[in-house]
């Protein structure tokens, strides 16, 4: 089994990978980081933890747009997005301390 050490948001993870494919999860891992930070601009610092699960909804969103034949969003969409990526981090935000509050 090979490794390939790869970078998000400042962190180092080495992820175990198959032989020949260590390039390739490099790459991913770029585009993903250059995705998480574009979110976090948007949105704020919400949190690694939200930013990546907001990257990955926003991920397969896309994937799933793709998979039907549906063109990913323009660019003019991208703010909207953007703005629709802000609320729900705010919501998940108000979320999370009703949470800890009652815990």
């Known amino acids: 089994m090979a490794k390939a050490d790869v970078e998000i948001r400042g962190r180092q993870y080495s992820i175990a990978c198959a032989p020949g494919r260590e390039q390739r999860l490099v790459t991913l891992s770029r585009q993903l980081d250059e995705r998480v930070e574009a979110i976090a601009r948007a949105v704020g610092e919400v949190g690694d933890d939200r930013l990546l699960l907001v990257a990955a909804l ?14 990913v969003a323009a660019a003019p969409e991208l703010d909207r997005a953007a703005h629709a990526l802000s609320d ?4 998940i935000e108000k979320l999370a ?3 800890e509050e009652n815990t």
């Open 88 to 91: 729900a981090a705010q919501r």
């Open 58 to 71: 926003a991920l397969l969103d896309e994937l799933d747009a793709a998979s039907r034949g549906v063109a």
């Open 97 to 99: 301390a009703r949470i």
